[in-house]
């Protein structure tokens, strides 16, 4: 029988108080913890991502979209650009490096992306096995791609039309062959298809006026059919007279590396007005993202902190009233030969013991709250959460309970302490 | 050996006594004896402890208490003074057995399950170990108190009335009981009460129907 045993019974005679306290203090934890956890991944994400990409150029439409359909690929492109007008941005002095990305299928959720060699470079992806594509239709896949589809080097699939899994718009006619597959580089690129870009200019070439009319009657699809698939407008442009077939070539977007920080200035509204694609700035848009995420973040974190006050609160009530009911069993310490910091530590323990499996609860809480989301993320964008865990911030944490525990427990806790016991006993 | 001297205790000017001396020797039996607001509670208070003499002294092997310091006054009473108080009062959330166990914990010492079943033998509570204090009789409880009382092995024992509550059959064997567990350890057992039935019983008596002034 020692004092946190007597502490652990004390508690367990009342499990219904020491339920709801430990709860609330749990609730609040819990909120705050694993806003946090989303925070962070989230930011992680982003920022491993955005790879110091300078600019993205494609069709005019939201900028936001643009930017979270070519760097995240979780969001619809917004259409499509002319490849002669990219072209001329990459000659730009101002320039200093362009990626094209030509988007269209999928292949079990998986983008197909159309691009050159310098895309995985900016990941700094390296391949695990195989190599990189090299003839059209030969792919290199991202090792999420390679474990969740279990496609090996020199397996053939046929993408699917536009970016759902589920679509039955199947390039049956014409398949692509694993090359090489990547390591995992955790970022974006784990969950693409990478292949050539006139690879898929060649599939819907191919594919294309065969199917368009049947597209039509297809609802929503078809309009992703339209918009996001390269090279899909011939008519409009077949009869432009010089380089008829490059005018002709269509790309989603185009990845922007600025030569010097003056390009910043200039560039995006030289594109903006004179041309008719847009420009968005990844960082731009992403801190608009972020400003908009801040105020959810915000209103959370103030409904969490809310509740944690009010635990404290709930605590200082359950053990002023606990206190009020045992004050013969706390003078029955005392006579015992128990010493007055015994009995302040015994209510002090109490206080303290329900904060700190409070905070336990709420975090495994968290956990298993991020366990869940990152599946439902997974299957929905591709995009999982890894380590869960923060010691530092989870250290605060514990010390924000504890503190709670103790202002709500130090002054029944002094009170127990003062106790006169003659009196006390005597009546 | 217990002495008390010349003790003086007030609540106020108006509500103030002064004690007989008394001398107790290993193994006495005292019946400290009174009407109802004549002062026994706080004499036994005094002796306990639990309160400070204004004057006076109170001497139990040698100590005087009563000028001890707070924090080592709680330890030497917890080891020295076993109280059987008139409410019986125990840590409801512990069972029996371990409501023992805490008062030695308190006094820094340790204690085997069989010392406790052993005491609670002797105190008619064998059956009790694991039970929890909600479930005790009134007389289990107060044979509870006194297991607990003398689970220290102390060198005096106050009894606060014992047997108020009781009718003459357990009045009689409670203080047997009180009596036997004192004789045990040669302790020496101060039993205060207005009860004209235990009068009989004891030789040594004090009365202190003159302490209030």
Redesign the interface.
Known sequence: ??ILQ?TW??L??KPLNAMLNILLVATGIFIISFVLILEKQTEQHLERNAANINLVVGAKGSPLQLILSSIYQVDYPTGNIKLSEAEQISKNPLVKKTIPLALGDNFKGFRIVGTTHDYPMIYDAKLAVGKLWKADMEVSIGAKVAMESGLKIGDKFAGVHGFMAESNDVHNESQYMVSGIYAPSNSVLDQLILTNVSSVWQIHGSHHHGTENDDAHQGEHDEDHDEHCAQHDHNEHQHDDTDAEAADKEITALLVFYRNPMAAVTLPRQINQNTNMQAASPVIEMNRLYSLMGIGIESANLIAYLIMLISAFSIFISLYNSMKE?K??L??????????R?VFSLVLLEGLTISFVGFITGYLLSICASFFISIYSESNFHYGFNNYTNLGTNLILLGMSLLIGFTASVIPAIKSMRTN??KT??E | MIVVKNLHYSYNANNSFVFPDIICREADQWLIKGESGCGK?TFL?LV?G??KPAVGEIVINNVDISKLA??EA??Y???EIG?V?Q?H??????NVA?NL???????DRKITDKEVLDVLGRLHLDDKFKSPINSLSQGEQQRLSIA?AVI?APSLLLADEPTSSLDDKHCKEAIELLCAEASRNNTILLVVTHDQRLSPLFENQLNLNTAKQ
Do not use: C, P, Q, W
Request: no cysteine; charged share 30%.
């Open positions: 029988m020692n007597l019974k004390n367990r005679a045992r013969y069993e003078a029955l310490i005392r006579v015992l030969g128990g010493r007055k015994t016991l003659s006993l005597d | 509670t208070h306990a639990l309160l707070i924090s709680d330890k009473i917890g080891n109280i108080f409410k009062h125990f840590i409801r959330s512990l371990e166990k805490l008062a030695r914990y308190l006094v607990r220290n």
